[in-house]
């Protein structure tokens, strides 16, 4: 009997053996037939870690930010051949989208001070690729409502993508804390601290209010807003590491990366390293991990209400991760989760897949809950947009006819368009001509032949901007508003 299982165990670690192999022969085959790197794929600039960073006043902060910027250009930008210098190049001085030709570089942490003594503090932190450029409608909104705005860049972002494969979650956590330690200091310690996040930033700002829940050092936020926030992802992220396994061998280089793309876009990066998909897992397991633990102790009392906006149809981040991980998990403490739905007059049944074609609301469990869940929508018969509530600890549903509607063209929103306006410069279907960024990512209409464009028609077609942003910065300030009453 000992000797059989002994010929079992043997056959199925062969059997994982071989199929490991082709598994990273395949992978160093797909890699060998994409794009080369770029220097912008091998560089990376030097940056803080985490234990430094906890050592760092925002001074500081600033100052190995600008080492990092310095250290691109010159090893980066400085260096490319004059063959290789295109127009549409992030990282070629001169191009139309090159950051150092705009007034202000958004890749860069940011404050913005209001035009009189500051009544309160925001800290705001962006997605993963992203820039602050992601959440500056949002501080330019709280800094006309008299609060200090704090956009912190967290460490691997604005620079070059190859900081991603450097970087670890605990550096971006380590960013936050000292970006927060700022605002406290220029509003007071009296005066309402509030988070911002979106996607990765979310859950790096849902990640803070639960540090600051175990550690009494660290100031509480008073209110919390997410934007598809990253409470879930990918079950793929978990096996990310395996991808990049051949990338060990100077040769294989190419397979630390599971996209390499051309670099157009000012203020995100197009190409995503292994690293940064194996960072956003490891953040998402600590987060639900300290949640589920907080929860049980009973101390998820002390956290601040947490208003959330996300659409129902998200292909980054688990829409369902935010309920079944997050709010479920939540008190009664004011809470709200806001459902973007899909465009039900597009009349697209047939086209969405099965989980899609159901009411936003399927998602969430049955009322009542201890927050209140909204819901954006319209019907097939009905193309006006109503909101749909139901309180905390209620079952019946208030409605509103908002003064909006969905974009006959537009079937959903998507994980990148919420804090986006129709009107921004770079991903706004209307622009405004003064926030010129070189490129106008979201009036592209990509109708013509195929194989022409460096990247997928599907990145295109993909919506950039919030048909309902002026709904969702009126949420944010009703919130804002109520704080100062208090």
């Given at each position: 009997?000992?000797?059989?299982?002994?010929r079992l165990?043997r056959?199925?670690a062969i059997l994982?053996?071989v199929?490991l192999?082709?598994f990273?022969v395949?992978?160093v085959?797909?890699?060998e037939r994409?794009?080369?790197?770029?220097?912008w794929?091998?560089?990376?600039?030097?940056e803080p870690r985490a234990?430094a960073?906890a050592?760092?006043?925002w001074?500081?902060?600033?100052?190995a930010?600008?080492?990092?910027?310095?250290?691109?250009?010159?090893e980066?930008?400085?260096?490319?051949?004059?063959q290789?210098?295109?127009?549409?190049?992030?990282?070629?001085?001169?191009?139309?989208v090159?950051p150092?030709?705009?007034?202000t570089d958004?890749?860069r942490s940011?404050?913005l001070?209001p035009s009189?003594?500051?009544?309160g503090?925001v800290?705001?932190?962006?997605?993963l690729?992203?820039?602050?450029?992601s959440?500056?409608?949002v501080a330019l909104?709280?800094?006309?409502?008299?609060?200090v705005?704090?956009?912190v860049?967290?460490?691997g972002?604005?620079?070059?993508?190859a900081?991603l494969?450097?970087?670890?979650w605990?550096d971006?956590?380590?960013?936050a804390?000292?970006?927060?330690?700022?605002?406290r200091?220029?509003?007071?310690?009296?005066?309402p601290l509030h988070?911002v996040?979106?996607?990765?930033?979310g859950a790096?700002?849902?990640k803070?209010a639960m540090d600051a829940?175990?550690d009494p050092?660290?100031p509480?936020?008073?209110?919390?807003v997410?934007?598809s926030p990253?409470?879930g992802?990918s079950?793929?992220a978990r096996?990310?590491g395996?991808?990049g396994?051949?990338?060990?061998?100077?040769?294989?280089?190419?397979?630390?990366?599971?996209s390499?793309?051309?670099?157009f876009n000012?203020f995100?990066?197009?190409s995503?390293p292994v690293?940064?998909?194996?960072?956003?897992?490891?953040?998402?397991?600590?987060?639900q991990?300290q949640?589920?633990?907080?929860?049980r102790a009973?101390?998820?009392?002390?956290?601040?209400?947490?208003?959330t906006?996300?659409?129902s149809?998200?292909?980054t981040?688990?829409t369902?991760a935010?309920?079944s991980d997050?709010?479920?998990?939540?008190?009664?403490?004011?809470?709200?989760?806001v459902?973007f739905?899909?465009?039900?007059a597009?009349?697209?049944?047939?086209?969405?897949?099965?989980?899609f074609?159901?009411?936003?609301e399927?998602l969430a469990?049955?009322a009542?809950r201890?927050?209140?869940?909204t819901?954006?929508?319209?019907?097939?018969a009905d193309?006006a947009v109503?909101?749909?509530?139901v309180?905390?600890?209620q079952?019946?549903e208030t409605?509103?006819?908002?003064d909006?509607?969905?974009?006959?063209?537009?079937?959903?929103?998507?994980?990148?368009?919420?804090?986006f306006?129709?009107?921004?410069?770079?991903y706004?279907a209307?622009?405004?001509?003064?926030?010129?960024f070189?490129?106008?990512?979201?009036?592209v209409?990509?109708?013509g032949?195929v194989?022409?464009?460096v990247?997928s028609?599907d990145?295109?077609?993909r919506?950039?901007?919030?048909?309902f942003?002026?709904?969702?910065?009126?949420r944010?300030?009703?919130?804002?508003?109520?704080?100062?009453?208090r």
């Open positions: 009997m000992m000797a059989r299982t002994v165990l056959r199925v994982v053996a199929g192999l082709m990273l395949g992978r085959v797909q890699t994409g794009p080369d790197l770029e220097p794929h091998e560089f990376v600039p030097p234990a960073i050592g760092l006043d001074t500081g902060y600033l100052a930010e600008a080492m990092a910027f310095e250290a691109v250009r010159r980066v930008t400085d260096r490319i051949p004059p290789d210098r295109r127009a549409d190049a992030r990282y070629v001085a001169g191009s139309p090159y150092g030709r705009f007034a958004w890749n940011f404050i001070e009189g003594p500051p009544v503090a800290v705001l932190l962006h997605g690729t992203d820039s602050p450029y959440l500056r409608h909104r709280y800094r006309d409502l008299g609060y705005a704090v956009g860049r967290l460490p972002h604005g620079t070059v993508p900081a494969t450097a970087v670890t605990p971006w956590e380590a960013a804390i000292l970006a927060v330690r700022e605002a200091r220029r509003a007071g310690p009296g005066a988070l996040g979106y996607s990765t930033g790096v700002a849902a803070y829940l175990d050092a660290l509480r936020p008073d209110r919390i997410l934007i990253m409470v992802i079950a793929f096996f990310a395996l991808a396994l051949p990338a060990v061998l100077p040769a294989f280089a190419k397979a630390a990366w599971l390499i793309l051309p670099e000012p995100k990066y197009n995503f690293n940064a998909a194996r960072q956003a897992y490891g953040l998402t397991v600590a987060l991990d949640t589920q633990r907080l929860a009973g101390r998820l009392a002390g956290l601040a209400p947490v208003l906006f996300q659409s149809m998200d292909f981040v688990s369902r935010i309920i997050f709010y479920s998990l939540l008190p009664d403490n004011g809470s709200e989760l459902l739905d899909v465009n039900r597009a009349k697209l049944g047939l086209l969405l897949r099965g989980p074609a159901l009411p936003a399927a469990p049955a009542p201890p927050w209140r869940l819901v954006l929508g319209n019907t097939e193309p109503t909101e749909r509530s309180p905390a600890g079952g019946s409605r509103r006819l908002l909006a509607a969905y974009p006959a063209e537009v079937y959903s929103l998507s994980h990148v368009a919420l804090p306006p129709r009107t921004d410069g770079l706004g209307a622009p405004d001509p003064a926030d010129d070189g490129i106008r990512l979201g009036a209409a990509p109708h032949e194989g022409v464009l990247v028609v990145s295109l077609v919506l950039t901007w919030n048909p942003f002026d709904y969702m910065m009126g944010i300030e009703e919130g804002v508003r109520a704080g100062a009453g």
